[in-house]
Structures are given as C-alpha cells and as structure tokens.
Nanobody
C-alpha cells in the first residue's frame, strides 16, 4: 500500500494551465501503473492519464494533446501538466497507483487500490 497526496489544484481561466503534483510515499519496486482520474458531481470517476514503470503514457481522448503525465522517480512525485484548459475540465482530480504490469487509463478506476484525497480544479469560461 502507498499513500498519495495531491496538490496544485485551483481556479484558472479557460485556455490557461495548471500543474498538479502527487507525492507518493514510495514507488512500487517492480512493475506498476500510476495515473490521474477526475470526477464531477453526479458522474463516475474516470481515468484520464497513466504512466507505467517504463515511462510509457496513455491518455483519454478528452485530454490527449493537452495534458501530459510524468513522474520523478528520485522524488517520488507524479505530475499532470494541464494546458489549454476548458470549462469541461472542471472536476476533482485524484492520483492513483497500482502494482502490476497492465496500465491503462480505462481500467485505472477498477484496478487501482491506492488513491489520494483529491484536489479541485475549476476552469472558468
């Protein structure tokens, strides 16, 4: 089990940028998948970006080309750089981690056992 703490959320105007950070107590020793998901009130949480132990990244279509996930192995930090933000990006953002080789943003919600508390992102039009 790992502990995750998100930061970096806030309010921004449409077209702006934010960078979210997720401090992780430790990275898994072997194969793993880490990622970001978001949730708006009344809807299910959805995975939007993941990165695996080798640094391969996968994105949901809704954020592809605008968001970039990365990790700093030395500092145990996961990042989400969000550019060209839109009002529909407004949500609570969570980071998550799972051990094992399979990594996809589509199964992050079902597969990840460790989650942070979330950080709110609000984009005004």
């Amino acid at each position: 089990q790992v502990q995750l703490v998100e930061s970096g959320g806030g309010s921004v105007q449409g077209g702006g940028s934010l960078r979210l950070s997720c401090k992780v107590s430790r990275f898994f020793a072997n194969k793993y998948c880490m990622g970001w998901a978001r949730q708006v009130p009344g809807k299910e949480r959805e995975g939007i970006a993941v990165i695996d132990h080798d640094g391969r990244t996968f994105y949901a279509d809704s954020v592809k080309g605008r968001f970039t996930i990365s990790k700093d192995n030395a500092k145990n930090i996961l990042y989400l750089q969000m550019n060209s933000l839109k009002s529909e990006d407004t949500a609570m953002y969570y980071c998550a981690a799972k051990a094992g080789p399979y990594c996809s943003e589509r199964n992050l919600e079902a597969a990840a056992k460790d989650w942070g508390q979330g950080t709110q992102v609000t984009v005004s039009s």
